[in-house]
C-alpha cells in the first residue's frame, strides 16, 4: 500500500500538470476564427507528445495509476494542439 503522503503529492502534482495544459487546449480550439498556433513549435510538440506517451506507459506497466492516468490525459491534449498545428498550417492556408 502506498504512503498517503506520496498519493497526496502525486495527485496534488498530477492534477497541476493536467491544468497546466487546458488554458493552451482552449485557447487554440475556443474560437477558430481568431486562435492562432504561429508561436507555437511543431517540434516542441511533437517531442511532449512522445514524453508523455513513454511516461503514461511507463505508469501503466508499473501500475502507477495517478502517471499513467496524468500522463494520457496531457498526451491528449498535446496531440489536440498538434491538430490545430496542422490544421493552421496546412488546411487554412490553402483557403
Not at 500500500?1 to 487546458?22: E, F, K, R
Not at 508561436?39 to 503514461?56: E, K, N, Y
Request: proline share 4%.
Amino acid at each position: 500500500m502506498a504512503d498517503p503522503v506520496t498519493t497526496i503529492l502525486a495527485t496534488i502534482g498530477a492534477s497541476l500538470s493536467v491544468s497546466s495544459n487546458i488554458p493552451q487546449v482552449y485557447r487554440i480550439w475556443k474560437d477558430p476564427k481568431t486562435r492562432s498556433t504561429d508561436d507555437i513549435s511543431p517540434l516542441s510538440t511533437t517531442i511532449h507528445i512522445l514524453a508523455a506517451s513513454c511516461w503514461s506507459v511507463y505508469g501503466f506497466y508499473l501500475k502507477l495509476w495517478i502517471l499513467g492516468v496524468e500522463s494520457f490525459i496531457v498526451l491528449l491534449c498535446w496531440i489536440l494542439i498538434l491538430f490545430a498545428i496542422i490544421k493552421d498550417t496546412w488546411f487554412l492556408q490553402n483557403e
